[in-house]
Every structure is written in structure tokens, then in C-alpha cells.
Nanobody, 123 residues
Framework: QVQLAESGGGLVQAGGSLRLSCAAS????????MGWFRQAPGKEREFVAA????????YYTDSVKGRFTISRDNAKNTVYLRMNSLKPEDTAVYYC????????????????WGQGTQVTVSS
């Protein structure tokens, strides 16, 4: 069992930056791949970024490549999402998720989810 808690969301102007954190409980964090997803009002939850258990491999959806960076600190049981050059279309609730089977770009590939943190980008 893994419990996840996101933090770091907020209101930012277009072009600004935020860093989201996701703290995980449990002693097996380092064995899970981690992902970030987002869901805007009226839209389906979509993949943003993922990282393998060691942090050596990362994956991004095309719309955030070059702007967002996913990383993890296994000693702190935490995964991060650094978001630069934010755009109004990045506005959404951001969720972190854990997968015991490796990085995945689909929602069903993850077993554990946090409650989400709101990111709002004003134009």
C-alpha cells in the first residue's frame, strides 16, 4: 500500500514556474515508477510525465517537453514536477500516481493516486 500527497500547486501568471511535490508513505517507494497526470474541468485525466523507479528514465507528453521536468528523491520518498514557462492551458488539477509495473502513460497503469493539487495559470 502506498499513500500519496501532492503539494505545491497555486495561482501563477503565464510564463511563471511552480514545483509540485508528491510525498509517499511506505518503505517501498523506490520500487515504484511514478507518474504525474492532470485533469482540466470537463476533460479526461491525461498523462503529463513519468519516471522509472531509479530516476534514470523519464517520459513526457509532447505539450510539456522542454518546459516540465520530473525527478525523484528516493531517500525522501518524494517525486517532483518542475513546471516552467507555464501557459493558461496548463491549468488543471495535477495528480501523482504510483505503479509497481513501471512507467506508463495511461491512467489504468497506476495503482495508487493522490488527491490532487490545483494549478491555475492566468493569462
Amino acid at each position: 500500500q502506498v499513500q500519496l500527497a501532492e503539494s505545491g500547486g497555486g495561482l501563477v501568471q503565464a510564463g511563471g514556474s511552480l514545483r509540485l511535490s508528491c510525498a509517499a508513505s511506505g518503505r517501498t517507494f523506490s520500487s515504484y515508477a511514478m507518474g504525474w497526470f492532470r485533469q482540466a474541468p470537463g476533460k479526461e485525466r491525461e498523462f503529463v510525465a513519468a519516471i522509472n523507479y531509479s530516476g534514470a528514465r523519464t517520459y513526457y507528453t509532447d505539450s510539456v517537453k522542454g518546459r516540465f521536468t520530473i525527478s525523484r528523491d528516493n531517500a525522501k520518498n518524494t517525486v517532483y514536477l518542475r513546471m516552467n514557462s507555464l501557459k493558461p492551458e496548463d491549468t488543471a488539477v495535477y495528480y501523482c500516481a504510483a505503479s509497481p509495473l513501471g512507467p506508463n502513460v495511461v491512467v489504468v497503469g497506476y495503482d495508487y493516486w493522490g488527491q490532487g493539487t490545483q494549478v491555475t495559470v492566468s493569462s
